[in-house]
């Protein structure tokens, strides 16, 4: 996945699938009229390059091998590697791919503490914005694995019901992280995580922005950085609770939630209408990808 950092603007738009609640599974023909740019021969070719894998799985959807060639953005040698990085780490690291089962009681209990979600209004640049903030404080009940699992569950979510996108952005909520969320975290965990967002993820990523930050922030990019390559710091833009408003020259109002100033209705209520949003889960959780 190439890191690009792009701010030109398009028009506003909603996200019809958000809007109609629809789990229904984008098609590969669907992807292909999306996307000409990508042809059968194209994800063919993928497919005569993995036959000679045999670590990787011979069965990946037609629509995700279109994901990683447009993440990409068509360069064939890149989407290769990035299929292995993939694959290698969910192979690897069951702590994030594993025992995805929504009902399983670590996972109620992340849901409980953590808040994710797609917010209805995409970005101008057509990009989807993915929000993520505590719910519930106390630094005990975190567990970062189960939140990254989370993270990963809406994501393989986003790309089975909506396919490619332009481009994703990141919006993170500090509201709440304290120093013992911190102590929360472990290094391999931590590296294994920066090597998926930034190697094995299946997106166009366009910018990550992070809310209402507190004084430790300065901590956490101390720890996270050894992590980071040069072109994701570029895109880690941050805003205190007293500039939150400077967020709006990358997402406008009018995608924002109202708790942060937006024209949108608020991520609790988002949280709610997003109902499906359990169901996009179970959804997953019985079509791996």
Not at 3 to 18: C, H, T
Not at 145 to 165: E, P, S, Y
Request: charged share 25%; hydrophobic share 35%.
């Amino acid at each position: 996945m190439p890191l690009i950092d792009d701010e030109s603007g398009i028009v506003l738009k909603e996200s019809i699938k958000i809007k109609e609640k629809s789990i229904v599974p984008i098609t590969a023909d669907e992807e292909y009229a999306k996307n000409p740019e990508i042809s059968k021969e194209n994800i063919e070719d993928l497919r005569k390059w993995i036959a000679t894998q045999p670590h990787l799985p011979q069965n990946i959807p037609e629509e995700m091998l279109i994901l990683f060639y447009h993440s990409c953005f068509f360069d064939m040698e890149q989407t290769r590697n990035c299929i292995e990085i993939y694959y290698t780490l969910k192979t690897e690291t069951p702590e994030f791919f594993a025992n995805r089962d929504i009902s399983r009681p670590e996972l109620v209990n992340a849901l409980n503490i953590l808040d994710y979600g797609c917010l209805p209004i995409r970005s101008p640049n057509d990009y989807q914005i993915i929000y993520h903030k505590l719910r519930i404080f106390e630094a005990n009940k975190y567990v970062f694995n189960d939140g990254v699992k989370l993270l990963i569950m809406a994501m393989d979510a986003c790309f089975k019901v909506d396919g490619t996108c332009p481009g994703y952005i990141f919006l993170f909520d500090m509201r709440g992280v304290r120093l013992g969320h911190l102590t929360r975290l472990s290094i391999s965990s931590l590296r294994k995580f920066f090597t998926f967002i930034q190697e094995g993820l299946p997106v166009r990523l366009k910018g990550i922005h992070v809310l209402n930050t507190q004084s430790i922030v300065d901590k956490i990019m101390m720890l996270l950085k050894p992590f980071m390559k040069k072109e994701l710091l570029s895109m880690v833009h941050f805003y205190t609770e007293r500039d939150v408003e400077k967020i709006y020259g990358a997402v406008p109002k009018q995608c924002l939630p109202e708790d942060y100033g937006g024209l949108a209705q608020s991520s609790e209520k988002t949280h709610g209408t997003h109902n499906n949003i359990y169901n996009y889960y179970n959804f997953i959780h019985s079509h791996t990808i």
